[in-house]
């Protein structure tokens, strides 16, 4: 799962900064120009002008870089903490979904300034090129796609992926299993061949190593398959649905 910026707002958060500070030059200009005329009219554009001015410095240069993002969810692996589905039957995956639904998120990138990412959180990173598993398919380079996932463990945490007393496919975290309550449906077991890391052998996560599944364990692209996650590679926080309207919450 890749999510971006979406709609009108995603060409816009693609910008540069040199972009955005020479589109700060031209707005500048422009009111600067309109500022000597007495007419209603040209008086309005200018304090319109003004107010795109200083909204733009304060959404590119300042929320954008060190406080909040908007991303969007394009696909399943998250499910059902997180929606991303087009309506109709999904042949990859055998699911069939009466409408489509995609949530749009609000990312918290202030907090891992001050903190340190915690188990259980969902967060937002920009993946290694190992990651990209579709670019061998796709006959092409692979490259750095944002992902979303689920954080399992961090450094020092031993990690397993294996069947329990009742044969039943569970993560093991620190030899206890997790109470993952959260996923969408049990794990399957066999786990799929390409999943080689923490998959029935341990896992020993070191410094700055990060572990992270989707809640849709059989159909994610995640730590199993590409292994840990550096630190220095997380984006933010999902902290917020706030897209569609009857899906608002918090994110947990």
Same mark, same amino acid.
């Given at each position: ?57 304060? =959404? $590119? #240069?300042?929320?954008? /870089? ?7 969810? +394009?696909?399943?692996?998250?499910? !059902? ?89 569970? =993560? $093991? #975290?620190?030899?206890? /299993? ?7 449906? +049990?794990?399957?077991?066999?786990? !799929? ?60």
């Amino acid at each position: 799962m890749h999510p971006q910026e979406v709609g009108a707002t995603e060409w816009l958060a693609n910008l540069s900064i040199g972009y955005v500070v020479v589109a700060a030059f031209a707005l500048t200009a422009l009111r600067l120009t309109l500022v000597p005329s007495r007419a209603p009219f040209a008086r309005s554009i200018a304090e319109l002008v003004e107010s795109l001015i200083i909204a733009g410095v304060l =959404v $590119f #240069l300042v929320i954008r /870089p060190f406080f909040l993002q908007a991303f969007f969810i +394009p696909s399943e692996s998250m499910e !059902p903490t997180l929606q991303g589905h087009e309506k109709g039957r999904n042949n990859q995956t055998n699911q069939d979904y009466p409408d489509s639904v995609h949530d749009h998120i609000f990312v918290d990138k202030l907090s891992y300034r001050l903190r340190d990412p915690h188990r259980g959180e969902i967060i937002v990173f920009r993946a290694e090129k190992k990651a990209d598993k579709a670019a061998e398919y796709e006959r092409r380079d692979p490259i750095e796609n944002v992902l979303i996932k689920r954080l399992i463990g961090v450094a020092g945490d031993k990690i397993e992926v294996k069947p329990d007393s009742d044969d039943k496919m569970r =993560v $093991f #975290l620190n030899d206890k /299993p997790l109470a993952d309550t959260y996923i969408k449906e +049990p794990m399957n077991n066999p786990q !799929p061949s390409p999943a080689e890391f923490a998959v029935n052998r341990p896992l020993m996560l070191e410094k700055d190593q990060l572990f992270v599944m989707g809640d849709n364990r059989n159909n994610s692209n995640d730590s199993r398959f590409w292994g840990t996650l550096p630190r220095n590679r997380v984006i933010g926080r999902a902290m917020l649905i706030f897209y569609p309207l009857n899906r608002i919450r918090l994110i947990r």
